[in-house]
Nanobody
Framework: QVQLVESGGGLVQAGGSLRLSCAAS????????MAWYRQAPGKQRELVAY???????DYADSVKGRFTISRDNAKNTVYLQMNSLKPEDTAVYYC?????????????WGQGTQVTISS
């Protein structure tokens, strides 16, 4: 019954902006950390941004100053605001939940949404 559903991907020009959304169900959203990952063709999946249940954030160096992760617990939704986009940001972006219990992290993945940046 757990679902993480991403939306908001698309095709934009370099320098443009997109906002990705991830709507969660089947989890106690407010106590889960949430993250955005991305995977480009032929490359490993990488962590882009992370937000804890308390609202602390962390970002990959490649997106610092350009991307902002946020959450709305009332809507069970996490967002990724992406500004000043570059062609190297092109990837499938995935939402992931994470819950720590007794030192073990457990989470779920969304299906992904394609982001393509043209030059």
């Amino acid at each position: 019954q757990v679902q993480l559903v991403e939306s908001g991907g698309g095709l934009v020009q370099a320098g443009g902006s997109l906002r990705l959304s991830c709507a969660a169900s089947g989890i106690t959203f407010s106590i889960n950390a949430m993250a955005w990952y991305r995977q480009a063709p032929g490359k490993q999946r990488e962590l882009v941004a992370y937000i804890t249940s308390g609202g602390s954030t962390d970002y990959a160096d490649s997106v610092k100053g350009r991307f902002t992760i946020s959450r709305d617990n009332a809507k069970n939704t996490v967002y990724l605001q992406m500004n000043s986009l570059k062609p190297e940001d092109t990837a499938v972006y995935y939402c992931k939940s994470s819950l720590r219990r007794a030192g073990t992290d457990f989470g779920f993945w969304g299906q992904g949404t394609q982001v393509t940046i043209s030059s």
